[in-house]
């Protein structure tokens, strides 16, 4: 207990000592109590904490009780659970972090049995999991992404299905720069391009950007390809329940959207932003359709002989 009476969650008996009642069951005696001293809350032992599996499909509260859902994936750092509703959380896996059944819990993730092992594993852009074969020697070909973070979150996705093609994804910094480095680049038939651009829609900047391209590559424009989602950037392509939001809010011109979404949802910084969305994101069930239509064409582009 805390020595301060200042402390709401404390209450004094004074301090001295009452002498018992002359009638008899004075007020020391605990008659018709549950026990303890007067004042004091009884005590209350310690909930045993349990240890379960955490298998997919598990349904689990936090701690504090302000999230309940079923278990979509596990390791020994985190937790990330999906309720009724499809919104996804991200907890640190810490002991006695969880309610299994209404009891305090602390989650280990499953063990990998022989028939798992045998099983055919599925990479996190759903395709079949190629085991004990060493990254492929990189082709000439390649894929642009517009920057860091598109990177970043192609890699968390694709990157086994890539490595195993020997396609190297690279950042471009940003579409104004699309011409001139395809240019320098030269695309051709042993050396093929595929670019991914944000908001790539009729009227868009990216939209003309991406038309200049090929009346500027002339014939070696067929070795290009240039696909894009909708999204204005590659955060909007994440679907909005893998980040615990409702909806992304939609940004005033003339404000720059990361910035402007991290200070609606109170998300710090860019980079505390996006360290948030890269950790949201495990598979391809996270992200948008068009985004994934996008990529996969892509990566069919650079790697499937014409």
């Not at 605990?30 to 379960?52: C, D, K, M, N, S």
Request: hydrophobic share 40%; with cysteine; charged share 25%.
């Amino acid at each position: 207990m805390h020595g301060s009476t200042g402390d709401p969650g404390f209450r004094s008996t004074g301090g001295a000592v009452r002498a018992p009642s002359r009638g008899g069951g004075g007020p020391s005696s605990g008659a018709g109590r549950t026990g303890g001293l007067p004042g004091l809350a009884p005590h209350r032992p310690a909930r045993e904490v349990v240890t379960v599996v955490a298998e997919p499909g598990l349904v689990v509260e936090d701690a504090a009780e302000t999230f309940c859902g079923a278990v979509i994936r596990a390791d020994i750092r985190e937790v990330v659970l999906e309720d009724a509703a499809g919104r996804r959380r991200l907890f640190p896996n810490k002991p006695a972090a969880f309610l299994h059944e209404g009891r305090p819990a602390t989650l280990v993730p499953p063990q990998r049995s022989a028939a798992t092992e045998k099983a055919p594993q599925r990479s996190a852009s759903g395709s079949r999991r190629v085991e004990d074969v060493r990254a492929r020697t990189a082709l000439p070909h390649r894929i642009w992404v517009e920057g860091l973070h598109d990177a970043e979150i192609v890699e968390r996705v694709w990157g086994h299905d890539l490595r195993v093609e020997g396609v190297v994804v690279e950042p471009l910094h940003g579409a104004d720069v699309l011409v001139e480095a395809a240019r320098e680049f030269g695309p051709g038939p042993d050396r093929r391009l595929g670019v991914l651009v944000d908001h790539l829609v009729t009227g868009s900047k990216e939209s003309r950007i991406a038309e200049g391209l090929r009346r500027e590559l002339g014939p070696a424009a067929a070795h290009v390809l240039v696909l894009g989602h909708p999204y204005i950037d590659i955060w909007e392509a994440v679907k909005p329940a893998t980040v615990g939001i409702r909806a992304w809010p939609t940004i005033p011109r003339g404000i720059e959207w990361k910035r402007g979404v991290c200070e609606a949802l109170g998300w710090g910084d860019e980079r505390a932003g996006a360290r948030r969305v890269l950790s949201a994101v495990s598979s391809w069930n996270d992200l948008e359709t068009p985004l994934i239509t996008a990529m996969e064409q892509l990566i069919d582009f650079v790697t499937v002989d014409p």
